[in-house]
């Protein structure tokens, strides 16, 4: 009985369904705006990458990863290629990839100014936050139920669904990197004339770096992984291939699609992770870097900004 009076009922589902009722009827024009861009973007990408002819393509692929790793993950890179054409999933890999670099550009335009933002104020940080707890703890298959219902099937409403799903580590990580900028560096630019947005420019996002590229990397790491859910939505791709493996119960197609992801993830890791540690060994001291950046500007640079 006492169970019974505490019964408390919070209808949250009807308020979440009041919610899409009316922004499918009052924003249908802003979300057909929406997606026409990621749609032109999407394609951009994916055709320009399946216009290439695929030994070219591929070569390409060999050579950065040559030059940006070495000559062992080059020969890595080689027989990955390799692969991937022996299995016949090119077209489906290169689509993925497409889609990949499409969504993560997309997270990565939202999501580093908003990373400068919490880094630059309190306020906007403790607004944030919590938003980005929600959105790393939701089941990846949530995302899909908003995206298909507002964008209906297709590559548009998983790359929605994946650049959500992978914007979180570029807005923590570059909030991050700011924040943990020496105060040294920063009473340094200030000595020597920065206005804010030089500081920011010129001293705290370069010292930054290598934690703001960590977090394209997880960016692009977490986009490639969502991209497979989202082929339940009918993304294509590699995704489509592993999911026709396991509605036909084909282990062999599966497997295939599986090991193409695991593949493009390789390549893609050592890729954006080497372009951080590049950073990383090469970059000189904030002091130094601020002698060399404003030798030429001098103190009446501080006008210009």
């Not at 997606?35 to 692929?61: C, H, N, R, Y």
């Not at 200030?190 to 705290?204: S, Y």
């Amino acid at each position: 009985m006492a169970n019974d009076n505490l019964q408390i009922e919070i209808p949250v589902g009807e308020w979440v369904e009041a919610g899409v009722d009316w922004i499918q009827v009052n924003l249908t024009g802003v979300l057909d705006g929406i997606s026409d861009v990621l749609a032109a973007v999407i394609d951009a990408f994916e055709g320009t990458l399946l216009a290439m002819p695929p030994l070219v393509l591929a070569g390409l692929i060999v050579g950065l990863a040559t030059w940006r790793v070495g000559w062992r993950f080059g020969l890595f890179a080689v027989a990955a290629m390799a692969l991937l054409f022996g299995m016949d999933i090119w077209d489906e890999t290169v689509s993925t990839l497409g889609l990949v670099i499409a969504s993560s550009l997309v997270a990565l335009a939202i999501g580093i100014p908003i990373g400068i933002a919490m880094a630059r104020n309190d306020s906007v940080e403790a607004v944030v936050r919590p938003l980005l707890d929600f959105m790393q703890t939701m089941p990846p298959f949530v995302y899909l139920i908003p995206a298909a219902i507002f964008f209906g099937l297709g590559k548009v409403p998983g790359a929605i669904a994946t650049l959500i799903f992978a914007m979180p580590p570029a807005v923590r990580l570059t909030n991050l990197g700011i924040r943990q900028v020496g105060e040294e560096h920063i009473e340094a630019g200030q000595a020597f004339g920065c206005t804010g947005r030089q500081l920011l420019v010129k001293v705290q996002l370069p010292l930054a770096m290598p934690s703001i590229m960590a977090g394209i990397n997880q960016t692009i790491m977490l986009a490639l992984s969502m991209v497979v859910i989202a082929s339940m939505i009918g993304a294509g791709g590699l995704g489509n291939t592993v999911l026709t493996g396991i509605q036909r119960l084909d282990v062999g197609l599966g497997f295939e699609g599986g090991l193409g992801v695991v593949l493009l993830a390789i390549l893609l890791d050592r890729i954006t992770q080497s372009f951080g540690t590049a950073r990383r060994g090469a970059a000189p001291s904030g002091l130094a870097r601020l002698k060399r950046l404003f030798a030429a500007d001098g103190p009446g640079a501080s006008g210009r900004g």
